[in-house]
Nanobody
Framework: QVQLVESGGGLVQAGGSLRLSCAAS????????MGWFRQAPGKEREFVAG????????YYGDSVKGRFTISRDNAKNTMYLQMNDLKPEDTAVYYC?????????????????WGQGTQVTVSS
């Protein structure tokens, strides 16, 4: 199975931007739909965005639509999440996952090979 490593998190002021990366190794990256999820303390893991194997289809959680953009570069085995107009409520650990079973992109149980996560903190 593919192994995933997230990077790009950090501390940013409200209204700022960050770009997260998810680097894949050990598998055929282009065989997997991919997704970003986030988890804040005391809350369940929340769907952020998903992208199909080719990148031709993308999906977003309601809270990030119009602000975040998911993309992938299969030649570089990497997925990205461009986050603009960040808000304090975006503060969480962000995880990338590979879609290992069928079903909806917004369901975390359809994903596996989770990375270790990267912290995003947005100050007001």
């Amino acid at each position: 199975q593919v192994q995933l490593v997230e990077s790009g998190g950090g501390l940013v002021q409200a209204g700022g931007s960050l770009r997260l990366s998810c680097a894949a190794s050990g598998g055929t990256f282009s065989n997997y739909g991919m997704g970003w999820f986030r988890q804040a303390p005391g809350k369940e893991r929340e769907f952020v965005a998903g992208i199909s194997r080719s990148g031709g289809s993308t999906y977003y959680g309601d809270s990030v639509k119009g602000r975040f953009t998911i993309s992938r570069d299969n030649a570089k085995n990497t997925m990205y999440l461009q986050m603009n107009d960040l808000k304090p409520e975006d503060t969480a650990v962000y995880y990338c996952g590979a879609k290992v079973v069928g079903g909806y992109y917004y369901t975390a149980t359809n994903f596996g090979s989770w990375g270790q996560g990267t912290q995003v903190t947005v100050s007001s």
